[in-house]
């Protein structure tokens, strides 16, 4: 195993669109990185919009070559322009890898394989799922220890999260005893309606401490920093969704000692 036991792996799951997934992915990746950890994010997406966000676009080297084509993922790896904070980044071209994936031989286990070569180099992998239940995300289950599930915490904040329970439960018992859920994320609470607030009570009282202490809320500024191609921690660092993700970084960072491999 060597370094690897070390790393912790993480996925950004919801099979809705809009939850918050790449938004977290991105953003708690670069307030990790920001404490000196050295993250690396796979962007596990066709939509690419972890890579669009934080690298240069790209053709080449990217988590396809490797899922597919044959090549190591260390050579996928690119620095961005936060210190600390690499990609493997995506492409449209990975769309169609959901099929191939779905029909090679061990196609669910492809990305755990590739994960467990990768160097001793980075304290946390952060992998950002697609909207969808495909090959793609089921190759992040079988990949990574620890899931954070971003909700929108708008109308029908709860619909479609048991669907997804029952999905981790599944990828557990088949192919990856070692998964767990690490927290549930409410994003894009706006304070200012009592609708917000009143939809992460209805969490709490549901899902009680795996929804995280940390309440991300509505905040333009998180909105607007992809394109300008700088995670919310470098646009502004002053701003609440800069705030927030800190202090979901923090919370993460909190859980570390679970993590340190037995001495
Ligand atoms: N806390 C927030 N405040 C404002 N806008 C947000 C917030 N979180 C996400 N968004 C925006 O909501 C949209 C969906 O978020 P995103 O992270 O892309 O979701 P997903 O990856 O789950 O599809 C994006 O346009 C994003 O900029
Ligand atoms: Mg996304």
């Given at each position: 195993?060597?370094?690897?036991?070390?790393?912790r792996?993480?996925?950004?799951?919801?099979?809705?669109?809009?939850?918050?997934?790449?938004?977290?992915?991105?953003?708690?990746?670069?307030?990790?990185?920001?404490?000196?950890?050295?993250?690396?994010?796979?962007?596990?997406?066709?939509?690419a919009?972890?890579s669009?966000?934080?690298?240069?676009?790209?053709e080449?080297?990217?988590?396809?070559d490797?899922?597919l084509?044959?090549?190591?993922?260390?050579?996928?790896?690119?620095?961005?322009?936060?210190?600390?904070?690499d990609?493997?980044?995506?492409?449209?071209?990975?769309?169609?890898?959901?099929?191939?994936?779905?029909?090679?031989?061990?196609?669910?286990?492809?990305?755990?394989?590739?994960?467990?070569?990768?160097?001793?180099?980075?304290d946390?992998?952060?992998?950002?799922?697609?909207?969808?239940?495909?090959?793609?995300t089921a190759?992040?289950?079988?990949?990574?220890?620890?899931?954070y599930?971003?909700?929108?915490?708008?109308?029908?904040?709860?619909?479609g999260?048991?669907?997804?329970?029952?999905g981790?439960?599944?990828?557990?018992?088949?192919?990856?005893?070692?998964?767990?859920?690490?927290?549930?994320?409410?994003?894009?609470?706006?304070?200012?309606t009592?609708?917000?607030?009143?939809?992460?009570?209805?969490?709490?009282?549901?899902?009680?401490?795996?929804?995280?202490?940390t309440?991300?809320?509505?905040?333009?500024?998180?909105?607007?920093?992809?394109?300008?191609?700088?995670?919310?921690?470098?646009?502004?660092?002053?701003?609440?969704g800069?705030?927030?993700?800190?202090?979901l970084?923090?919370?993460?960072?909190?859980?570390?000692?679970?993590?340190?491999?037995?001495?």
């Amino acid at each position: 195993m060597g370094g690897i036991a070390a790393m912790r792996t993480i996925a950004t799951v919801n099979h809705k669109g809009g939850s918050g997934k790449t938004t977290t992915a991105v953003s708690l990746s670069a307030a990790l990185a920001e404490t000196g950890r050295r993250v690396l994010l796979i962007d596990l997406d066709p939509q690419a919009s972890a890579s669009a966000w934080v690298a240069a676009p790209t053709e080449s080297r990217t988590l396809l070559d490797a899922l597919l084509g044959g090549a190591r993922l260390s050579d996928a790896v690119h620095h961005t322009g936060t210190l600390g904070l690499d990609i493997v980044p995506s492409s449209m071209w990975l769309l169609g890898a959901e099929r191939m994936l779905a029909e090679i031989h061990a196609g669910e286990g492809r990305l755990a394989q590739l994960i467990g070569d990768l160097p001793d180099r980075w304290d946390y992998l952060v992998v950002d799922c697609p909207p969808a239940l495909g090959a793609l995300t089921a190759n992040a289950l079988a990949s990574v220890e620890e899931l954070y599930i971003p909700v929108e915490a708008h109308v029908m904040a709860m619909a479609g999260l048991v669907q997804l329970l029952r999905g981790v439960e599944a990828a557990r018992e088949r192919v990856n005893p070692r998964l767990r859920i690490s927290g549930i994320v409410a994003c894009r609470v706006d304070a200012r309606t009592r609708h917000g607030p009143e939809v992460v009570e209805r969490l709490r009282g549901r899902f009680g401490d795996l929804v995280c202490s940390t309440v991300i809320r509505e905040n333009v500024r998180l909105a607007e920093c992809p394109s300008f191609g700088q995670p919310i921690t470098q646009y502004d660092a002053r701003c609440s969704g800069a705030a927030d993700y800190r202090s979901l970084a923090c919370e993460v960072i909190a859980q570390e000692v679970r993590h340190a491999p037995a001495a």
